[in-house]
């Protein structure tokens, strides 16, 4: 079983166990499972690491509060994206600080898989990638939004549900964003 796979097992054991009242146990699962991603979930609302780790805590506290509400409409994954990225707007809007030209904070969200590369396609890589991390903070919110939780691996259908928009409007926005990073890694424009 994978570590994702046995995380699963745990979140759907402790769940189970929290109609028991093991709401703890089910909690601690959770963070397992989805910790890193909601970390990268944060960073992207905070580009300052000591604020995005009090968004983290923030995110933390409300699924600490959300997850006995959880009824199981949806997936339990859509249920804590959408939890995090509720309290990631509430705090973009309270600290409004997402501003454009401020590209720091997304170095944990960007992994590039090595399959031991030569040199300078490591170099390269290494350039795309800093050009990608300026980048991505620089797109619009709507736009940002769909961007990372596509990277997290939700579906457009997932997605729609976390961000509470029809899985066509996803898709537009998808494509406006994979559009607006063609055309900022091409013309240099994430400098």
């Known amino acids: 079983m994978t570590e994702t796979g046995a995380a699963a097992a745990a979140v759907s054991a402790a769940s ?4 028991g009242g093991d709401r703890e146990a089910r909690f601690d699962a959770v963070l397992a499972l989805y910790g890193p991603a909601l970390r990268r979930v944060a960073s992207a609302y905070e580009r300052e690491p000591a604020r995005a780790e009090d968004l983290f805590q923030d995110i933390a506290l409300a699924l600490w509060e959300a997850l ?3 009824r199981g409409e949806s997936s339990e994954r859509t249920f804590v994206y959408r939890v995090a990225h509720n309290r990631g707007v509430s705090h973009a809007l309270r600290h409004r600080t997402l501003r454009a030209g401020d590209g720091a904070g997304l170095d944990e969200a960007v992994e590039l898989a090595d399959p031991e590369p030569s040199p300078e396609d490591r170099a390269s890589a290494s350039q795309r990638a800093a050009r990608l991390r300026e980048a991505v903070p620089l797109l619009p919110m709507p736009l940002r939004q769909v961007l990372m939780l596509l990277l997290e691996g939700l579906t457009p259908r ?3 549900e976390v961000l509470g928009l029809t899985e066509n409007n ?4 998808l494509s406006r964003a994979r559009g607006a990073l063609r055309r900022s890694l091409r013309e240099g424009g994430a400098a």
């Open 16 to 19: 189970s166990g929290a109609a």
């Open 158 to 160: 997932e997605i729609g």
């Open 68 to 70: 006995p509400r959880f």
């Open 170 to 173: 996803v898709n537009v926005r």
